[in-house]
């Protein structure tokens, strides 16, 4: 079993839509939660992170994570063709050396 | 700042063939890290390091070699190159602070073994 899980997709929406984008972990001491966007032919950037349970939200993005069912989302409100990317999860137990385990990415293409 | 800087942006080589990719950081962070994108597969940590002159293996470290001698710069050596190193390659730096692990990527470099 992996120790992150992301359906890869891909996932097509109409601009407008909210996206609700999703892992699966199996390690308890992930601590530090992370979504990264990668735009194609581009490196990954941090969109949203997260320390333990619960919400955060910025603007159009909130990511919920709930450490008793090892499980974490990306919520994306009216959702527009700029957001179309890949979105990796990614955690960290707090490790030496900050490594962070990734998701697989999920392909999403919003449609105008 | 130019942040995480990688070059090549595109290589081909042949079976067997050996290069260095290299990767430069600015933002003077203690950590930098390899990964290697395959299509559908997320990010796979090859190598990393906590600092100059310290390196460690991640996950798919066999075919690889790196080294830090220096804060900015954390070079990934290929040597015999195989078809199964055709990927995109990205270098990653990040300095811990405040709990927060946010790691700066650079643009990649794709590699194609024939």
């Known amino acids: 079993q992996k120790e992150v899980e992301q359906d890869p997709g891909p996932l097509s929406v109409p601009e407008g839509a909210i996206v609700s984008l999703n892992c699966t972990y199996s390690n308890s001491a992930f601590q530090y939660f992370m979504w990264y966007r990668q735009y194609s032919r581009k490196g990954p950037e941090l969109l949203m992170y997260t320390y333990s349970s619960g919400n955060k939200e910025d603007g159009r993005f909130t990511a919920q994570v709930d450490k008793s069912s090892k499980y974490i989302s990306l919520f994306i409100r009216d959702s527009q063709p700029s957001d179309s990317a890949t979105y990796l999860c990614a955690m960290s137990g707090g490790n030496q050396g900050g490594k962070l385990i990734f998701g697989q990415g999920t392909e999403l293409s919003v449609k105008p | ?114």
């Open chain 2, 1 to 114: 700042n130019a942040g995480v800087t990688q070059t090549p942006k595109f290589r081909i080589l042949k079976i067997g063939q050996s290069m260095t990719l290299q990767c430069t950081q600015d933002m003077n962070h203690n950590y930098m890290y390899w990964y290697r994108q395959d299509p559908g597969m997320g990010l796979k940590l090859i190598y990393y390091s906590v600092g100059a002159g310290i390196t460690d293996k991640g996950e798919v470290p066999n075919g690889y070699n790196v080294s830090r001698s220096t804060t900015e710069d954390f070079p990934l050596r290929l040597e015999l190159a195989a078809p199964s190193q055709t990927s995109v390659y990205f270098c990653a730096s990040s300095q811990f602070f405040s709990g927060s692990y946010e790691q700066y990527f650079g643009p990649g470099t794709r590699l194609t073994v024939t």
